[in-house]
C-alpha cells in the first residue's frame, strides 16, 4: 500500500513536471506530487548526463554538448520552470507592488521576462562549457537542489492566491519538516560521488553549499518583495538555484 502510494505520487509529479509519457493505466496522485519534486529533478538531471556522456562518446564539442542539454532540459520540462522564472521576472518590474501578482497573471512575456529567460539559459550554458570534468554531477545535483529550494519555498512562506497552479503545492508541503527526506537523498547523493570516487570531496560539499544557501536566498528575497510566494515563483526557484549550483561549480572546477 505505501509502495503503492508513493509509485502514483512519482507518476503524478512526472506528468505534471515533464513531458515524458506514461501510461494511462498508472495510479497518479496529485495532491501530494509536490513532495516528489526533488526525485523528479534528479531523475531529470540523469537523462541530461546520460545524453551529455553520448554526446561526448560521438565526439561533439563541448561548447554544443552545453546547449544541447541545456536546451534538452528546457524541452523535459516544457519550459514550465522558466516560464515561471519569466513571469516573476515581469511582476517584480512593476513598481507598485499591488499590481505585481496581476503582472504575473498576464500571459504575455514582458522585456524583464525575456531578459531573465535569456539571463538564465545564458548562464547554465556558460556555466556548463567552463565545466570539463564532473558535468554529470553537477547536471544532477543542480537539477536537484532546484526542486528542493521549490519544496523549500512551498514550506517556509505562505502562498498568495487561493487557487492557482501552485495552491495544492502549499497543501500538500506545510511544514520545513517534510523537506527533509528530500534533503537526506541530496546529501547521501553528494556523499555517494565522493565516497565512489565520482567527484573530490571540495566539489562534493561546494555543491550542498550552493544548493542550500540558494535554495533559502532565492525563496527568502522573492518572498520579502512579494510577500509570499506563487506558482511562478516556485519555477523561479528552482531555475535560479539550478544557476546558482552551475556557476558555483563551474568556478570551483
Known sequence: MWLRKQWARLNAALLFYTRLPLPRS?????????KAAVLVGCLIGLLLAGTDWLLAQLGWPLAVRSALVVFGGLWLTGGLHLDGAMDTADGLAVPEAQRRLAA?????????????????????????????????????????????????AIARYPYLKPAGKGAFHKAAIRSSWETLPSLGLLIALSLGGWWLNWVPGAIALWTGLAGGLSSAVVAAWLARRLGGHTGDTYGAVVEWVEVAVLTVLAGVS
Do not use: C
Open 26 to 34: 498508472w495510479p497518479t496522485a496529485f495532491e501530494s506530487l509536490a
Open 104 to 152: 504575473m497573471a498576464d500571459s504575455r512575456s514582458g522585456a524583464f521576462g525575456v531578459m531573465a529567460a535569456i539571463a538564465i539559459l545564458l548562464l547554465k550554458v556558460s556555466a556548463l562549457s567552463a565545466m570539463p570534468y564532473h558535468r554529470g554531477f553537477a547536471l544532477l545535483l543542480a537539477a536537484g537542489w532546484g526542486r528542493w529550494g521549490q519544496q523549500w
